[in-house]
Every structure is written in structure tokens, then in C-alpha cells.
């Protein structure tokens, strides 16, 4: 019997893209099962990260959730400086402000028509009534719209 582990693979993020892409994307904290993030000093600030990064051209939110231990949101990227720089900056700038350990990667799905886009918004929205912390998903408060 072998005692070797499986090597983890990093997810590929080499695609391109285009500033009128939108892009799902769903980042998770270390700590999974844990709330680190949907915390009254914490979540209001990570959207506020966001907008310091929409400010200097390098995204455009459009729906942003936090909850307990991980985020969603649709975004707009620029080319330049890119979806995986502007979100590696993002998690080491919130990782350094706010003490949050992220895991090393993020999940992305680029978002091809409208269905989908009605789809994933009303997946983010309703996320927080799914895993039952509100009763109604309009209740959660930690969800941000542009």
C-alpha cells in the first residue's frame, strides 16, 4: 500500500476574456463551515474592496453575496489587468486588512447568454434562503447589487 497523497491540481483560469463577459465567480475561505465572512465587520467591507477595484477600471460587480464561509458574485473583468490578477489582489488585500484566510484558488464560470445570467443571479440571491439562514432571501444582509 502506497502512503502517497494525491497532488492537488490548480483550476485553469487561462481563458480570455473580454470586458462585456460576465464571469460567476465563487470564492471560499479556509475554514470552511466556519463564519469568517458574513460578519457585520467583515462582509459590508469586502463589497467595499470591490468598489475600490471597480473604481480603478480593473471590474464591474453587478451582484455580490457573502456568507458565512465563502462568496459569490457576477462580475465584469477588464482585460487588462485581468480576471485572475484583479482577484488575486483582491483576496490578498482583504487577507491582509481583515485577517481572512482564503483557500488558494476560486471556482469561475463564464456566463454565455441571459438564461444564464437570470439563473446564476437568482442562484447568488437565493443562496442564503437555501442554506437556511433567513427565511426569505430578501432578508440577508450581506448582498450588494450595482
Request: net charge positive; with cysteine.
Amino acid at each position: 500500500m502506497s502512503n502517497v497523497l494525491p497532488q492537488r491540481i490548480g483550476l485553469p483560469h487561462g481563458q480570455p476574456y473580454v470586458w462585456n463577459a460576465i464571469s460567476f465567480i465563487t470564492v471560499c475561505a479556509a475554514d470552511r463551515g466556519i463564519n469568517t465572512l458574513a460578519l457585520p465587520s467583515i462582509a459590508p467591507a469586502l463589497w467595499e474592496a470591490w468598489l475600490g477595484y471597480a473604481a480603478r477600471g480593473s471590474c464591474a460587480p453587478l451582484l455580490f453575496v457573502v456568507m458565512p464561509d465563502h462568496v459569490h458574485g457576477l462580475f465584469r473583468f477588464s482585460v487588462e489587468p485581468g480576471m485572475s490578477a484583479t482577484l488575486g489582489a483582491w483576496k490578498r488585500l482583504t487577507a491582509r486588512r481583515y485577517g481572512i484566510a482564503w483557500q488558494r484558488d476560486y471556482f469561475d464560470h463564464r456566463l454565455r447568454n441571459d438564461e444564464s445570467l437570470t439563473e446564476k443571479a437568482a442562484y447568488i440571491r437565493n443562496n442564503p434562503l437555501r442554506k437556511g439562514l433567513v427565511s426569505a432571501g430578501a432578508d440577508w444582509p450581506y448582498i450588494w447589487q450595482s
